[in-house]
């Protein structure tokens, strides 16, 4: 929404209040001492008054014609530094001076040293001006600025014209995870061949993979008859190869405040959408098809099951950062039927639950998706790991007496889990990628056909 207002300031005020009071105290002496000159003074006053506020219309009807554009990076990545460019553009045969500006930036970002977003400029008639401030990123998301605010005054100081617009073109900035850049076409392969080694079926058939020479018996595929082989034994031999299959996977995400709290760049949530980010490094141009997504503090977010692409990597990344920096307890109850059906299930599917495990509630989704028959790890970024990495050793005692209550609580409902056959892992900063790729791998060699 756009507002540009007029208004008096104080010594505007000021003028208009001694007008009032000259006035009133010299129109008894007029009629008394017949000394009509005095009408002058008060006279006088009120044309400056009028002349502003002529002149402050004026270029009120300026100011609101400017033409703003803030200039931002489509991503950025966590940790870097962005420069952020105000565009002014006058059209207009009106000079604007004295003007004062400033540009509220999101409360996530922090503003380097030597750069200001707010300041003084003038606008010449037909000219573009532009303001330039940097920041630096921390925090996977979607950082949303505020509005910019202009202020400048008519040429006697006596009404100010305010600009207040925060529906500009660009308004946040999408920071990814690091670990984007940290991965070269190298990294790609090697872990992608690493893992198409780990992700086989018990049952054979055709892949890269090689198992085992045998005799040949009536309907097997003569192409993978081994000539060699034959000649060497006198009689056909087959080779065999273990199969691969398409394996759905669906990464599940329930958010709580817990999971969003502590320093950007270094919480929960950040480590795991990190996490996520390698994953889908690692199953680019591969048959499976990976799902997301993310409910509990945000309106259910869902990224149906597909195969992974470099192209879908910036729309699953899209869906990570689209939540909010802060959240509150999302009190509408949760329709697991339309994420069910958005997510395009088409069999036996494993679902890696990613939670912080504080509400009992949580086992009857569990409970749903084991009846489905589906494949359920449930993965537990405990809240004491992951806050005390960088806590000195006396605070980090504290921390642990404090968070005892909770981590009982989430202790006793893992114990749950495991009691139902569910396998629930207790995962910190430095091993969350680790068991995610480890659950992937064992779901992959033992899912038949």
């Known amino acids: 929404m756009r507002q540009?207002?007029?208004?008096?300031?104080?010594?505007?005020?000021?003028?208009?209040?001694?007008?009032?009071?000259?006035?009133?105290?010299?129109?008894?002496?007029?009629?008394?001492?017949?000394?009509?000159?005095?009408i002058s003074i008060p006279t006088t006053f009120y044309i400056f008054v009028v002349t502003g506020w002529i002149y402050s219309r004026i270029k009120a009807t300026a100011v609101e014609k400017l033409r703003i554009r803030r200039i931002l990076p489509e991503r950025v990545l966590d940790g870097d530094e962005v420069e952020v460019v105000i565009e002014i553009i006058n059209d207009s045969f009106i000079?604007?001076?004295?003007?004062?500006?400033?540009?509220?930036?999101?409360?996530?970002?922090?503003?380097?040293?030597?750069?200001?977003?707010?300041?003084?400029?003038?606008?010449?008639?037909?000219?573009?001006?532009?303001?330039?401030?940097?920041?630096?990123?921390?925090?996977?998301g979607k950082h949303q600025f505020k509005a910019f605010y202009l202020k400048t005054s008519d040429i006697l100081a006596l009404f100010t014209i305010e600009l207040y617009d925060d529906r500009l073109e660009k308004s946040f900035i999408r920071c990814y995870p690091k670990?984007?850049?940290?991965?070269?076409?190298?990294?790609?392969?090697?872990?992608?061949?690493?893992?198409s080694g780990l992700h086989r079926t018990v049952e054979l058939g055709y892949s890269m993979e090689f198992k085992d020479i045998r005799k040949y018996v009536p309907g097997d595929v003569i192409k993978f008859i081994d000539w060699k082989a034959t000649a060497r034994r006198m009689s056909l031999m087959i080779r065999e190869y273990y199969r691969e299959v398409e394996n759905d996977i669906v990464i599940m995400i329930r958010l709580s405040e817990s999971m969003l709290a502590g320093r950007l760049g270094k919480r929960k949530y950040d480590y795991i959408v990190n996490s996520i980010s390698r994953l889908i490094m690692e199953m680019i141009d591969?048959?499976?098809?990976?799902?997301?997504?993310?409910?509990?503090?945000?309106?259910?977010?869902?990224k149906p099951l597909a195969r992974v692409r470099i192209t879908g990597y910036r729309e699953i990344m899209d869906l990570l950062t689209e939540i909010p920096f802060k959240i509150e307890r999302f009190e509408e109850r949760i329709d697991y039927s339309y994420i069910f059906s958005r997510l395009r299930m088409r069999g036996k599917t494993l679902f890696l639950y990613i939670t912080d495990l504080e509400d009992e509630e949580e086992l009857t989704l569990i409970e749903i998706l084991r009846l489905m028959k589906h494949t359920v790890y449930v993965i537990s970024p405990s809240t004491t790991r992951f806050a005390i990495e960088e806590m000195e050793e006396m605070d980090r005692l504290?921390?642990?007496?404090?968070?005892?209550?909770?981590?009982?609580?989430?202790?006793?409902?893992?114990?749950?889990?495991l009691r139902m056959g569910v396998i629930s892992i207790d995962v910190g900063p430095e091993t969350i990628l680790e068991e995610i790729l480890e659950r992937i791998s064992r779901f992959k060699r033992l899912t038949p056909s």
């Open 95 to 140: 000079g604007i001076y004295n003007v004062e500006y400033i540009d509220y930036y999101p409360e996530t970002l922090h503003l380097l040293e030597g750069t200001s977003n707010k300041g003084s400029l003038a606008i010449p008639p037909k000219s573009r001006v532009e303001i330039r401030y940097r920041l630096r990123v921390h925090g996977i």
């Open 398 to 417: 504290a921390f642990q007496v404090i968070r005892f209550r909770e981590d009982r609580l989430r202790t006793g409902l893992m114990d749950r889990l």
């Open 4 to 38: 540009v207002a007029v208004g008096i300031n104080n010594f505007g005020r000021i003028l208009l209040i001694a007008i009032g009071f000259s006035i009133g105290f010299l129109i008894p002496i007029i009629y008394l001492e017949t000394i009509p000159w005095l």
């Open 179 to 195: 670990s984007l850049a940290e991965l070269s076409q190298l990294a790609i392969y090697t872990r992608r061949k690493y893992l």
């Open 286 to 302: 591969t048959s499976d098809r990976l799902g997301i997504v993310i409910f509990g503090g945000v309106k259910p977010l869902v």
